[in-house]
């Protein structure tokens, strides 16, 4: 099976864009990221037509995930519960079964800055991510956890550290809920098949930062241990990165033998 997770930055932008690489990289799985889009816009005859049904959880102009499937989309849960969700949670998780595995796409907040309310709403967040792993998934099952996760978990997974001291997406507490996350039982399956540094997935869209490799990898596919130990092949496919009005970010994509 492969799974893949992209942060499309708008969807209704680059739909265009996610057909094409849907026909070539033929994942089983694809959740995306800042879709902008309310669940009545959600393109779902468009995927249909590729072989792929889909869940969607957006409300409008910000944020929004998405889960395409061709290997059955079953179980669909929208946020922490499918209940109606507060202004802190915002559209930001979204799990269905598909093919055996519970797979869920997140896009966790940014947290703008080390003393802002958005930080510290940040890392609720991510305790909320691991109290809803705690109450819904058994680590001992197939559970992936994808999406573009606003925390690069090493030093080495930015281009240069002493860049980020005192800033978000490096900070020790972002980095230890993640850490949280592993000891809950999941597996940075990228880091599983490679152990390189200069693998990024995201590019800031100034100063020719793509073209300059400066970049960090902050889109992960963490998956629980039975899942992880069938990962055989993976990539951050830089090449959807390139061209006319593309993401900020790369898809990225592993193959487990499931």
Same mark, same amino acid.
């Given at each position: 099976? /492969?799974?893949?997770?992209? =942060?499309?930055?708008?969807?209704?932008?680059?739909?265009? /864009?996610?057909?094409?690489?849907?026909?070539? @990289?033929?994942?089983?799985?694809? $959740?995306?990221?800042?879709?902008?889009?309310?669940?009545?816009?959600?393109?779902?005859?468009?995927?249909?037509?590729?072989?792929?049904?889909?869940?969607?959880?957006?409300?409008?102009?910000? =944020?929004? *995930?998405?889960?395409?499937?061709?290997?059955?989309?079953?179980?669909?849960?929208?946020?922490?519960?499918?209940?109606?969700?507060?202004?802190? *949670?915002?559209? /930001?998780?979204?799990?269905?079964? $598909?093919?055996?595995?519970?797979?869920?796409?997140?896009?966790?907040? =940014?947290?703008?800055?080390?003393?802002?309310?958005?930080?510290?709403?940040?890392?609720?967040?991510?305790?909320?991510?691991?109290?809803?792993?705690?109450?819904? $998934?058994?680590?001992?099952?197939?559970?992936?956890? $994808?999406?573009?996760? =606003?925390?690069?978990?090493?030093?080495?997974?930015?281009?240069?550290?002493?860049?980020?001291? @005192?800033?978000?997406?490096?900070?020790?507490?972002? /980095?230890?809920?993640?850490?949280?996350?592993?000891?809950?039982? +999941? *597996?940075?399956?990228?880091?599983?098949?490679?152990?390189?540094?200069?693998?990024?997935?995201?590019?800031?869209?100034?100063?020719?930062?793509?073209?300059?490799?400066?970049?960090?990898?902050?889109?992960?596919?963490?998956?629980?241990?039975?899942? @992880?130990?069938?990962?055989?092949?993976? +990539?951050?496919?830089?090449?959807?990165?390139?061209?006319?009005?593309?993401?900020?970010? @790369?898809? *990225?994509?592993?193959?487990?033998?499931?």
């Amino acid at each position: 099976m /492969r799974i893949a997770t992209w =942060n499309v930055n708008s969807l209704k932008a680059r739909l265009e /864009r996610v057909e094409d690489w849907l026909s070539y @990289a033929h994942p089983d799985v694809l $959740c995306m990221q800042e879709t902008k889009m309310a669940d009545a816009a959600f393109p779902t005859l468009a995927f249909q037509a590729l072989g792929y049904e889909a869940a969607h959880h957006g409300s409008g102009r910000w =944020n929004g *995930v998405a889960i395409l499937s061709r290997v059955g989309l079953e179980d669909v849960v929208a946020g922490f519960s499918g209940a109606t969700e507060d202004e802190t *949670v915002e559209s /930001r998780l979204i799990s269905a079964s $598909c093919g055996g595995v519970r797979i869920s796409s997140v896009y966790v907040p =940014n947290g703008r800055s080390l003393d802002s309310e958005h930080y510290q709403a940040k890392l609720e967040w991510l305790g909320q991510l691991r109290d809803h792993l705690l109450e819904t $998934c058994d680590p001992a099952d197939q559970v992936a956890v $994808c999406g573009d996760f =606003n925390v690069a978990p090493e030093d080495r997974d930015v281009f240069d550290p002493a860049k980020f001291r @005192a800033t978000t997406h490096t900070s020790e507490p972002e /980095r230890d809920a993640i850490r949280r996350l592993s000891e809950w039982g +999941l *597996v940075d399956a990228f880091r599983e098949l490679y152990d390189q540094d200069r693998l990024y997935s995201w590019w800031d869209y100034r100063a020719g930062d793509f073209h300059q490799h400066r970049g960090m990898r902050i889109d992960l596919i963490l998956a629980s241990r039975p899942l @992880a130990k069938s990962a055989r092949w993976g +990539l951050i496919d830089r090449f959807a990165r390139k061209g006319k009005s593309p993401s900020d970010h @790369a898809p *990225v994509l592993i193959d487990f033998e499931v």
